[in-house]
T-cell receptor, first 117, second 115 residues
Framework: AQKVTQAQTEISVVEKEDVTLDCVYE???????LFWYKQPPSGELVFLIR??????QNEISGRYSWNFQKSTSSFNFTITASQVVDSAVYFCALSNAGGTSYGKLTFGQGTILTVHP | GAGVSQSPSNKVTEKGKDVELRCDPISGHTALYWYRQSLGQGLEFLIY????????KSGLPSDRFSAERTGGSVSTLTIQRTQQEDSAVYLCASSLTGQTYNEQFFGPGTRLTVL
């Protein structure tokens, strides 16, 4: 079985603060993919990043960065200098690559991020 | 259109009625997924289509739920004899293939309210 845990239900920050969203996962598979999605108030899930289990390099994209640590089964997401437009629900998700996984996503419960002006 | 579309955007129904939810995936995407988002359960996988076949229906919560896909394109999720616990947002996603590394593109969802 696989599981994704986002322990932070809600986070509130003031604009320009840095914020880190935690994600811990469980899987028995050795090959898997991890994802982050953003769900703004409009409701549509927006893909942010994909990382495979063999690539532990951290990634930075503008104000966003991701820290993947296999040793702790974590895939944390940091927003630097947060902005009001970053306010959304953020989901971490896991998909196993082997066998008949078909790309099915297992999601965490989501973290509601509110950035105040 | 360029993205995944779903209809209706909102559906209010009475307990015991049947409902049909529609998903139009991105053209050329062979894989289609249905998920459900509810307050108590978060985002859950329901069913996966590859073309018109559904090799994974493991997330359908009961036999009141069924889905089909025709022409390798449009999919319909049907809920029979709706119950209040079926109230949720039903999300559809498509991807180029069913490979794990393919990004899934999500539609805006159908918000179902069962009175």
């Amino acid at each position: 079985a696989q599981k994704v845990t986002q322990a932070q239900t809600e986070i509130s920050v003031v604009e320009k603060e840095d914020v880190t969203l935690d994600c811990v996962y469980e899987t028995r598979d050795t090959t898997y993919y991890l994802f982050w999605y953003k769900q703004p108030p409009s409701g549509e899930l927006v893909f942010l990043i994909r990382r495979n289990s063999f690539d532990e390099q951290n990634e930075i994209s503008g104000r966003y960065s991701w820290n993947f640590q296999k040793s702790t089964s974590s895939f944390n997401f940091t927003i630097t200098a947060s902005q009001v437009v970053d306010s959304a629900v953020y989901f971490c998700a896991l998909s196993n690559a082997g066998g008949t996984s078909y790309g099915k996503l297992t999601f965490g419960q989501g973290t509601i991020l509110t950035v105040h002006p | 259109g360029a993205g995944v579309s779903q209809s209706p955007s909102n559906k209010v129904t009475e307990k015991g009625k049947d409902v049909e939810l529609r998903c139009d995936p991105i053209s050329g995407h062979t894989a289609l997924y249905w998920y459900r988002q509810s307050l108590g359960q978060g985002l859950e996988f329901l069913i996966y289509f590859q073309g018109n076949s559904a090799p994974d229906k493991s997330g359908l919560p009961s036999d009141r739920f069924s889905a089909e896909r025709t022409g390798g394109s449009v999919s319909t999720l049907t809920i029979q004899r709706t119950q209040q616990e079926d109230s949720a947002v039903y999300l559809c996603a498509s991807s180029l293939t069913g490979q794990t590394y393919n990004e899934q593109f999500f539609g805006p969802g159908t918000r179902l309210t069962v009175l």
